[in-house]
């Protein structure tokens, strides 16, 4: 069986049918970046949906996009603070 | 500023319980349709592109499935292509093919042979979560899309309608 998935990395990447990874390996070290492009097609649905006028859409889109990611990026280093240095001295 | 008014449509929330962003083209807001579709759809195949069609899955991700489904028909239909085309039936348990077995015509499990490649592969770790993920939230989506479309508002524009045909779009439905 280890062989057999070993010899996966040989096999051609089909879309759609098989995760990206298997084409892309990359993927696996760089899978956050992906929060930039989901973020943006999050904050495009929510504005296409409850912006009900035509001004300033793709500035609100992109505002909303900035705000998702600093939020993340900001509960990311929270958690990180309370892993590495606030559960340390409660539970030493 | 007053309130603002709001109807209730049907038929474009069926519309868009078929395909996002179609209740809101019914309505006479095709751009905003249009954006809906992509924002949507968007995450939804990209959910599919990382993680492989085993990321709709009804029988190994029942809770999963329940939040993709709300996408509407494509998901039962990647669904039912998944258990049906690419999964094997190994006496009675329908699963993933193992990476050294292929399919089938009748579904179940065989040997692969020299060079051959299994139905699919099976996504795991991150990549797994991503896939299961994306269209989850392309599904959360598509239920604020459905009420948009039920309720809508009748002083809505259609989006960037400014740059194109004034006289289109929701003006006419405000207005009738």
């Not at chain 2, 592969?121 to 604020?144: C, D, H, N, Q, Y």
């Amino acid at each position: 069986m280890v062989d057999a998935f070993l010899s996966l990395a040989n096999l051609p990447y089909r879309p759609f049918i098989d995760p990206l990874d298997i084409g892309l390996p990359a993927l696996r070290e760089w899978s956050y970046v992906l929060l930039i492009p989901v973020a943006f097609l999050v904050s495009l649905t929510y504005r296409a949906v409850r912006s009900h006028h035509t001004e300033r859409f793709w500035r609100s889109v992109f505002v909303m996009t900035a705000q998702i990611v600093l939020a993340i990026v900001g509960l990311t280093i929270a958690a990180q603070i309370f892993v590495q240095i606030v559960l340390p001295i409660l539970v030493p | 500023m007053p309130p603002a008014q709001t109807r209730i449509a049907p038929h474009a929330a069926v519309a868009s319980a078929l395909l996002p962003g179609l209740g809101h083209v019914v309505l006479g807001m095709p751009r905003r349709g249009v954006l809906i579709f992509l924002g949507v759809f968007g995450l939804y195949t990209g959910g599919l592109l990382i993680g492989g069609i085993d990321a709709i899955d009804r029988r190994e991700h029942p809770l999963w499935f329940f939040g993709q489904a709300l996408v509407g028909p494509t998901t039962f239909v990647v669904n039912h292509l998944n258990q049906n085309h690419f999964k094997v039936n190994d006496q009675g348990q329908v699963r993933t093919a193992n990476p050294d077995e292929g399919r089938d015509d009748d579904g179940f499990p065989r040997a692969l042979a020299e060079g051959e490649a299994p139905p699919n592969i099976k996504g795991v770790g991150r990549v797994s979560e991503l896939g299961l993920l994306l269209p989850t939230l392309a599904g959360m989506l598509a239920v604020l899309v459905f009420l948009d479309a039920l309720l809508p508002r009748v002083d809505a524009e259609d989006l960037l309608q400014s740059t194109g045909d004034k006289a289109g779009g929701a003006k006419k439905d405000a207005d009738s």
